[in-house]
């Protein structure tokens, strides 16, 4: 078995639109205050070549993500459901297409986008080298806070409370506090490490207009630049509900805010390489399947009444195109025209009375004893335990947005019928989920098991 990592460059030039905190924000960018990365790690043992893919982008639609996998394993001679593709989910970054209002695409960008990170699995495929592994979990607390059950959330406490070094959510158990790290030493020197921890990367604002991979992109560099040669690879875990501790502030804070969680999240990087032991990596395998999940049984006509209801708002005297009228958070013009564009993308998806049910990727990659269980959706933390319980390998991770976009959120949310639940499925123009709570644990079990055989 022979292992390579490297990278390329996949910074948009500036003026593009930037994705996230809100619909029809407009956000151009600015500044590059860090460049985009593709990273890749190819594995490459007797016939069988598998590929790992992080990019330092929101999300990468399903489609995008299919034409991704074919130009990689054109580009080094793998196999195309061999190619396993996730991102930092950086709100920094240029928007790619797959959800609605959230930043407009740019032609050029998307067109150029696979050839670029091709790249990189070239580069890794010549980098290729028999190397050592090593394995550690170590503590990474006082990054992420669940949204969506601690007392405070994650934006109303002082920025200095927030950034303590002390500070600690009130419901820890409620975000996964550690970190995991599978490294790989070539003489001696490390090569490449994947990093796997839970938390949205959205250190930023409707207000900040720079680029860059958020804390998690940026630890990867600082992590790359203390280690000359090597390539740090971060897989987001369960993390559709867990949010740093710093969001929707000022520049001023956002920055202050992105310069202490770097340096708090590469310091936990650093700690889990000194703490990481050798461990036996006796084969690779990956696998790709697309599932069908149950939605929820929108008809027509449901569906045209709805179009109908929205499309009233917009009719009245007096309407504006300003986003953030209406009644906050969640009946604003903004979130309100998302959810029009979304409904017509259904309607659109219509086969007579058969509404429209996209698949969703779900991707397993097995390094040795290290199971990667992937899923095209922002996984909510409570969904991870199960997976972790049945699956029959001694080192599970849960990686969100493995080719695709949109939330998989627990019973709890799915019952608020708010954001999550009723709003994300219509911003990447789909029918909420009936049942992903339970569906997709079961799924990603069933995909552990196969990546055991």
């Known amino acids: 078995m022979k292992v390579g990592f490297a990278q390329s460059d996949i910074t948009p030039r500036l003026g593009v639109q930037l994705v996230g905190y809100g619909p029809y924000r407009n956000r151009a960018a600015r500044k590059i205050t860090a460049p985009l990365a593709a990273r890749a790690m190819v594995v490459t043992q007797g016939k069988r070549r598998t590929t790992l893919i992080n990019l330092d982008l929101c999300f990468t639609p399903r489609r995008l993500a299919q034409k991704i996998r074919k130009v990689v394993a054109t580009g080094i001679g793998g196999k195309p459901d061999e190619v396993f593709v996730t991102v930092t989910h950086t709100h920094s970054g240029p928007t790619v297409g797959g959800i609605l209002g959230w930043g407009e695409t740019d032609a050029m960008y998307l067109e150029t986008l696979p050839a670029r990170i091709a790249e990189a699995a070239v580069k890794a495929l010549a980098a290729q080298t028999v190397v050592e592994w090593r394995y550690a979990e170590v503590p990474c607390e006082g990054i992420a806070i669940n949204r969506e059950t601690d007392k405070g959330g994650w934006m109303f406490d002082p920025i200095g409370v927030r950034l303590d070094p002390r500070w600690r959510p009130a419901r820890p158990q409620d975000t996964d506090p550690t970190l995991r790290v599978l490294a790989a030493y070539a003489g001696g020197k490390l090569c490449g490490v994947l990093h796997h921890f839970g938390c949205h990367a959205v250190v930023g604002s409707e207000q900040t207009f720079d680029v860059h991979g ?10 790359e630049r203390a280690h000359p040669g090597a390539t740090a690879i971060f897989l987001p875990g369960a993390m559709g509900d867990i949010n ?4 929707h502030r000022a520049p001023a804070e956002t920055k202050r805010g992105l310069r202490v969680l770097t340096q708090k999240y590469t310091a936990v990087i650093q700690r889990g390489l000194r703490a990481a032991q050798p461990i036996a990596v006796n084969g690779v395998q990956g696998l790709q399947r697309e599932v069908l999940f149950s939605r929820k049984p929108w008809t027509r006509a449901w569906v045209r009444r709805r179009i109908a209801e929205l499309e009233n708002i917009f009719s009245k005297p007096g309407v504006t195109d300003i986003t953030s009228v209406g009644t906050p958070p969640l009946q604003t013009n903004g979130l309100n025209m998302a959810r029009l564009e979304g409904l017509r ?18 991707q397993g990659l097995r390094i040795g004893p ?3 269980l992937g899923v095209g959706l922002e996984v909510f933390h409570s969904l991870q335990a199960p997976v972790l319980c049945g699956s029959p390998h001694p080192h599970t991770w849960v990686v969100s947005l493995v080719g695709g976009a949109g939330y998989a959120p627990d019973r709890a949310a799915c019952a608020k019928q708010g954001y999550t639940d009723d709003l994300v499925p219509l911003i990447v123009g ?4 009936a049942k992903i709570y339970a569906e997709l644990p079961r799924e990603l079990i069933r995909l552990a098991r196969a990546l055991a055989d």
Not at 350 to 357: I, L, S, V, Y
């Open 214 to 223: 958020d804390f998690v992109g940026l630890a990867s560099r600082a992590v």
């Open 244 to 247: 740093p501790p710093v969001v």
């Open 345 to 362: 993308v259904v309607l659109a998806g219509f086969k007579g009375a058969k509404a429209p049910n996209p698949p969703v990727a779900v």
């Open 370 to 372: 290290v199971a990667l």
């Open 430 to 433: 789909e029918r909420p989920y």
